[in-house]
Each structure stands twice: as structure tokens, then as C-alpha cells.
T-cell receptor
Framework: DAKTTQPPSMDCAEGRAANLPCNHS???????VYWYRQIHSQGPQYIIH???NNETNEMASLIITEDRKSSTLILPHATLRDTAVYYC??????????FGKGTRLHILP | EAQVTQNPRYLITVTGKKLTVTCSQN?????MSWYRQDPGLGLRQIYY???????DKGDVPEGYKVSRKEKRNFPLILESPSPNQTSLYFC?????????????FGPGTRLTVL
């Protein structure tokens, strides 16, 4: 099963770009990378996903390396409301979905 | 409004008293799943269902049961709750049968077992 590794915590100044890394070195060719975030104890919220190409939506950008072994979620202009735990997920072969411990992002005023 | 609902939102119970946490989605999603979240351990999948009458174990299924008799509902059953099942529980649904689609999460159920 592909698993992910993320730093436990990161800080980012308000208004700056937040770059959150994720390693998924055992990812297989047809597995997508998903990013979710969880604000306090609310239900996790979908942010973005991708397979090979870089993706962008109204919330964030996702950069996936050419070998697909790692990716970076970019929040272009972080605000205090982006303070949350961010999860990088790769769906496993047998339909289980494995969340890691995520990265706790602190946005500093 | 497209949503996943869970009931109850908060529950305090005692060891051994059977309980059910309901989960319902109005998006006609095939895939539904239950997670528990504990401090320092992140989200862990308990059970999932790829469609009606199809369920399978996640990473931490011990002590839990599920059923999927209707597409919209996916109740989580604790036949004999124990204090180590005190946790925050989330239900989620997604389109398709693989769970690969975007997951929509419910608001959570905070369970305390005394």
C-alpha cells in the first residue's frame, strides 16, 4: 500500500505562500494524490487532487514531481483561516484509504 | 444541500451498552466509510462500503460492525463499547465504488465510553 510521509508541523507568515511537502515513494502508476485539510475538529475538507500533471483550483496548487514520488501543496496567499492539519493521501490498492498524521500548519500574523 | 449527516453529534455511554451512530448522505454516492480520530494518530479507517450490501474492513475494524442495506445510509454499530473506543468518529462518502473520488465528510460524532 502506498503510504505518505509529511512533516508534523510547519509555520508560514500570513500573506506568504505556504508550501506543504509530501513523500509517497511507493505510489503506483494509477494512484492519485489527494489533499485534504481539517480545521480544528471539523470533518476534513477536500482541497485538490492529481495524477501526474500539476493542478490548480481556487484553493490551492498541487505540484507533483516527474517521478511521482513526492508532491507539494501550495496555498498561494495564506490567511489565518488556513491554519489546519493538512493530509496528503494516496489511495491503496485494496480500496482502503490511509490518512497519515498530516502536517499541522500554523499561519503567523 | 449536498451533505453527509451523522447522529448523534455527541454521546456519552457506559461500557457494554450497545449503540449505533447513524450516517446518511444525499448525494447518491456508492462509496461510504467510517473513520475514527484519536490524538496523535490521525484519521484511521474502520470500515468502508463500495455499494449496497458490500462492506469491508479498514485498518481498525475490531469492536465495530456496519451494514449497508440502503445506498444513503451506513450505520456504525458498537455491540459492546469499551473505553478504548472513546474517540471522534467521522463518516464520509464519495462517488464511484473505489473510494478514489473526492470524499465528503460528516461533521463528526464525539463518543465517550465510561
Amino acid at each position: 500500500d502506498a503510504k505518505t510521509t509529511q512533516p508534523p508541523s510547519m509555520d508560514c507568515a500570513e500573506g506568504r505562500a505556504a508550501n506543504l511537502p509530501c513523500n509517497h515513494s511507493t505510489i503506483s502508476g494509477n494512484e492519485y494524490v489527494y489533499w485534504y485539510r481539517q480545521i480544528h475538529s471539523q470533518g476534513p475538507q477536500y482541497i485538490i487532487h492529481g495524477l501526474k500533471n500539476n493542478e490548480t483550483n481556487e484553493m490551492a496548487s498541487l505540484i507533483i514531481t516527474e517521478d511521482r514520488k513526492s508532491s507539494t501543496l501550495i496555498l498561494p496567499h495564506a490567511t489565518l483561516r488556513d491554519t489546519a492539519v493538512y493530509y496528503c493521501i494516496v489511495k491503496s490498492r485494496d480500496d482502503k484509504i490511509i490518512f497519515g498524521k498530516g502536517t499541522r500548519l500554523h499561519i503567523l500574523p | 444541500e449536498a451533505q453527509v449527516t451523522q447522529n448523534p453529534r455527541y454521546l456519552i455511554t457506559v461500557t457494554g451498552k450497545k449503540l449505533t451512530v447513524t450516517c446518511s448522505q444525499n448525494m447518491n454516492h456508492e462509496y461510504m466509510s467510517w473513520y475514527r480520530q484519536d490524538p496523535g494518530l490521525g484519521l484511521r479507517q474502520i470500515y468502508y462500503s463500495m455499494n449496497v450490501e458490500v462492506t469491508d474492513k479498514g485498518d481498525v475494524p475490531e469492536g465495530y460492525k456496519v451494514s449497508r442495506k440502503e445506498k444513503r445510509n451506513f450505520p456504525l454499530i458498537l455491540e459492546s463499547p469499551s473505553p478504548n473506543q472513546t474517540s471522534l468518529y467521522f463518516c464520509a462518502s464519495s462517488p464511484g465504488t473505489s473510494g478514489r473520488g473526492t470524499q465528503y465528510f460528516g461533521p463528526g460524532t464525539r463518543l465517550t465510553v465510561l
